[in-house]
């Protein structure tokens, strides 16, 4: 008998290969019960066998033979006279099974099923991408750049699924070209008009972490956990970690021996610099290794409040604050405090806020002093010219005009 040959008719069947046979045969009896139904009225009385293998499918539409003129239910039963037209030998009270052929269809009936039959299986295809990556937030996933564009570049992964890395969760250092493989992680997936849309991140704590427990087999296994992590992408990150086993420093596998478990990770996120610190349950104490490198001379912690004035020596200020203010901001996110860093110092001199200069020296340049732990005039004479021009944005000939006036300050005290 004839068939519906799916190969010619359906050619798009090739390119989903993400589909089992039994989905398919399932979609595929679906649709076509879904135009029996509309051009027989009716589709329970129809068997549907499907093919894969060799690409086709038979239609049988199953009907009661009745007396003649005692016909009830045309789409079910069909009249005696009319049944041993198709066949002599049959009798009354038998069921007739009838092939449906292609040639029955008419050509918009054809385009029809195909347009369902498509849009089924691409249906099924994005509730199956939706899924999966749904099940890989927060993993890390490699894929190839396949269209760079000012607001976020397209990544397509090894089974040429379409992933977005927006320019707001790419490190400000990132550059990518057509066919550079990314790493990133998956940050969410969301569904737009019936799509999925799965979004990458580079800059979100999770990444960092996900590296962690690449390079540091201690943290993969178990023996050394992650308590927090705060970055500001491509700048700095903090990591606090812990050890419940004395045996296992958890710092020092962290970095690994000369910098090696932890050199990796900050190329990969464009020399960031990391700094990993022993969790400690203790305020003070973990706001002490949060400051590092900077040496804290006394703490006042308020608990209900949430806030700690740190005392240090005025050389110290500068390395708490950090350049752009990031060392501070990231220990106060790491340790819950908002700190706030003052000198302690025995001398007794005047000092002279730089706010007072801004008739001398412009108000971003103070600014960028600010930045750096430098808000009196003593502070910036503190460092050197060469410490300062390191820590700020400023060029040599503006740092040697805040010393000149500065100094002048005291000169004429």
């Known amino acids: 008998m004839k068939t519906l040959d799916l190969i010619d008719s359906f050619s798009e069947f090739k390119d989903y290969k993400n589909i089992d046979r ?13 135009a029996l139904a509309k051009r027989y009225g009716t589709e329970d009385n129809f068997d549907i066998i499907v093919n894969i293998d060799k690409g ?22 069909i009249e005696y006279s009319d049944a041993i037209k198709i066949e002599s030998d049959f009798e ?5 099974s009838e092939p449906i052929y ?37 993993e890390i996933v490699i894929g190839e750049v396949y269209q760079p564009w000012n607001k976020e570049i397209l990544v397509l992964d090894e089974e040429k699924i379409e992933l977005v890395l927006p320019k707001s969760e790419q490190i400000p250092a ?71 086993d004395d045996r296992i420093d958890p710092v020092g596998s962290c970095v690994g021996m000369k910098g090696s478990r932890i050199h990796g990770i900050v190329r990969e996120l464009k ?49 708490a604050i950090g350049k752009g203010g990031h060392n501070i901001k990231l220990a106060s996110k790491l340790c819950g405090y908002e700190i706030e860093v003052y000198r302690d110092t025995d001398e ?15 108000q971003w340049i103070i600014d960028e002093l600010i930045k750096i732990g430098c808000d009196t005039a003593k502070s910036v004479l503190a460092l050197s010219k060469e410490e300062l ?25």
């Open 22 to 34: 039994e989905t398919l045969m399932h979609i595929l009896e679906e649709v076509f019960r879904t």
């Open 56 to 77: 086709n499918l038979e239609i049988y539409r199953n009907r009661l033979i009745v007396e003649d003129g005692k016909l009830t239910d045309d789409k079910r039963e």
């Open 92 to 96: 009354v009270g038998e069921e007739l």
């Open 102 to 138: 292609m040639s029955e269809f008419g050509r918009r009936e054809i385009l029809a099923i195909h347009q369902n039959l498509v849009s089924k299986i691409q249906d099924y295809e994005k509730s199956l991408i939706f899924q999966k990556y749904k099940e890989k937030v927060g």
């Open 174 to 244: 990132d550059r990518f070209r057509k066919g550079d493989t990314v790493r990133a992680v998956v940050l969410k997936v969301e569904l737009k008009n019936n799509n999925p849309v799965i979004i990458l991140s580079r800059t979100s704590p999770i990444f960092l972490e996900r590296l962690l427990e690449a390079e540091v087999p201690e943290i993969y296994d178990g023996l050394i956990t992650i308590r927090n992590i705060v970055r500001v992408p491509g700048e700095r990150a903090k990591v606090a970690v812990e050890s419940y």
């Open 271 to 319: 020399n960031e610099n990391i700094d990993v610190i022993n969790y400690s349950n203790r305020p003070d104490l973990m706001i002490r290794r949060a400051l590092s490198p900077a040496e804290i001379t006394s703490i006042k912690i308020d608990e209900e409040n949430k806030r700690a004035e740190v005392f240090m020596q005025p050389d110290q200020v500068s390395l």
């Open 348 to 362: 007794d001199y005047e000092d002279v806020d730089l706010k007072e200069f801004n008739d001398e020296i412009e």
């Open 389 to 413: 021009i390191n820590r700020t944005d400023l060029e040599e000939e503006t740092i040697d005009h805040v010393i000149e006036v500065l100094k002048a300050e005291f000169e004429e005290e």
